[in-house]
């Protein structure tokens, strides 16, 4: 009767509501690894070269980055509660060379500039790799690449025109036709497929985060945890940062914070929080592996706007995540929302409606996490308070590799160092900020049913065709 009613509840099918039984809500990653002793909180008036607020990848490669450049800077990073707690600690691992989320929107918005971002991305995912060997960071990093499947007729072609253009621009892509990307991963749903065989690799996100933690610990980074920064008063020739215990007065300062409320108003209408989530699986058998193929443990999506992610983790579970993403009214951000069981049900339905095979599979862990999603789809830095603070932010679901290229991006404006990164288009530009509430929420809700309707039907109504002419549409 339980599982009748909840199946009613929830667009899934009952034995799908059922496989998420057990399934503890607490990110896998954090809850796979032992975390460590937290770092004492900031209860002192210290002073510092550079400030880092925020402890997830853009602060931490921020951190490690200005030292790398300079070992003798003093950089002292805050973070509200541990280091990799937040987004940068429950996301999917995909870490991937793009710098523009998908080369699609890359191409739309800085045409001219496509080719560069596109290098510039690669050389920013092998500092990544060199990076993780050369700190001895534990992370199963593995270049494995993304394979994306057209699941509607229309998605094709699509396909077909992202693998050429990512050709173009100097990837290693192939095209799968509908049997070639059945051999690939067997899934009914398959109707061809685009592998970007070498510009992702596969990692463990927490394990990542908490190697560069360690990396910025052994490079002299002062870090202190259960710090957050509550106010940010620039001075002449300076910028305090306060805390509920002490305060850093530092020459420069790096806002890292991700999707919770920026410190400074004026960044506040760039970004919004938006919720995504995913679940994992119990470790597949070796019998229950072999009845999807998957031998090349690539990353895996699918083609539509909402899509799904998915990867097999090192211990053969497969985590899978996606397609929700989930806005709530005045920019809410707060730890109930982390828990959603109408998406986590769904996903699970769609899971095995990709995996017929694996029915019978439990999920053993649900959660969520906010993405600071921005109106372009990808990143933007710049500086205020007389070139004092700077910021890196509007990842918008696609920070894991990403975060190192705009953190250095960032500290280049703050130094004031002129490189190829800074004379970017993208760099020196901005989104468009969001409307105030009810507008907001209005848009983001009609966008969201929209893409909803053209993953459907194909076709993009007047609404999308409006965002796109005004430089607003997602195409990833
Ligand atoms: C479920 C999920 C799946 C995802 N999957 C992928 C993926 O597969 N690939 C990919 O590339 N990206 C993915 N992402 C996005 C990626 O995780 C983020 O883009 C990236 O982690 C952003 O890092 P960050 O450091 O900017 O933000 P965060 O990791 O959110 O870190 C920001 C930190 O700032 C701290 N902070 C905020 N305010 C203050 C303050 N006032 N004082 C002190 N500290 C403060 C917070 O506590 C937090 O630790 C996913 C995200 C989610 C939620």
Not at 71 to 81: M, Q, S, T
Not at 178 to 186: I, S, Y
Not at 231 to 245: E, K, S
Request: with cysteine; glycine share 10%; hydrophobic share 40%.
């Amino acid at each position: 009767m339980a599982t009748k009613l909840a199946a009613r509840r929830y667009p899934a099918p009952a034995h799908a509501v059922g496989s998420l039984a057990d399934a503890i809500p607490r990110p896998f990653w954090l809850e796979a690894n032992t975390e460590p002793v937290p770092r004492p909180s900031l209860t002192e008036t210290t002073e510092a070269d550079l400030l880092v607020i925020g402890g997830g990848y853009t602060g931490l490669w921020t951190a490690l980055q200005a030292k790398e450049t300079d070992p003798g800077l003093d950089v002292v990073l805050l973070e509200a509660n541990t280091c990799g707690w937040a987004a940068s600690g429950r996301n999917g691992g995909f870490c991937s060379s793009s710098l523009t989320h998908g080369i699609g929107n890359g191409i739309e918005r800085w045409g001219e500039e496509a080719a560069t971002l596109e290098r510039l991305g690669r050389e920013n995912l092998d500092g990544i790799e060199e990076s993780v060997r050369r700190y001895g960071i534990d992370c199963d990093f593995a270049r494995t690449g993304e394979l994306t499947f057209a699941t509607k007729p229309w998605q094709v072609g699509e396909l077909r025109t992202m693998t050429a253009q990512a050709r173009k621009l100097g990837h290693d892509a192939v095209y799968l036709d509908a049997a070639q990307a059945r051999a690939e991963v067997h899934s009914p749903t398959y109707l061809g497929g685009s592998w970007l065989r070498n510009s992702v690799a596969m990692l463990d996100p927490a394990r990542l985060a908490l190697g560069l933690r360690t990396a910025c610990l052994r490079a002299g980074v002062r870090i202190h945890e259960n710090s957050p920064v509550e106010r940010l008063d620039p001075g002449a020739r300076d910028v305090v940062a306060h805390t509920g215990y002490g305060r850093v007065r530092a020459r420069k300062v790096m806002l890292a914070s991700g999707a919770f409320t920026p410190l400074l108003r004026r960044l506040r209408n760039f970004i919004v929080p938006v919720y995504d989530y995913a679940l994992v699986t119990e470790p597949l058998s070796e019998a229950a592996l072999d009845s999807i193929g998957w031998r090349n443990r690539q990353g895996l999506g699918d083609a539509a706007n909402q899509f799904h992610y998915y990867r097999l983790t090192a211990d053969n579970r497969i985590l899978w995540g996606g397609y929700d993403v989930v806005y709530h009214y005045r920019s809410a951000v707060r730890q109930e929302l982390l828990r959603r069981p109408a998406t986590f049900a769904k996903l699970a339905g769609h899971f095995f409606a990709t995996f017929p095979q694996l029915e019978g599979t439990r999920f053993t862990h649900q959660w969520g996490g906010v993405i600071d999603t921005c109106s372009r789809f990808a990143p933007f830095v710049g500086t205020c308070s007389q070139g004092r603070i700077g910021y890196a932010l509007g990842f918008t679901g696609l920070g894991v590799g990403a975060s190192r290229f705009f953190a250095a991006a960032a500290l280049d404006l703050l130094h004031g160092r002129e490189t190829e990164r800074t004379r970017l288009r993208m760099i020196q530009s901005r989104p468009v900020p969001f409307p105030p509430e009810p507008l907001r929420w209005t848009g983001i809700a009609l966008t969201m049913w929209s893409l909803d309707r053209a993953d459907r039907s194909g076709k993009r109504n007047l609404w999308l065709r409006c965002l796109d002419r005004l430089g607003l549409g997602f195409a990833s």
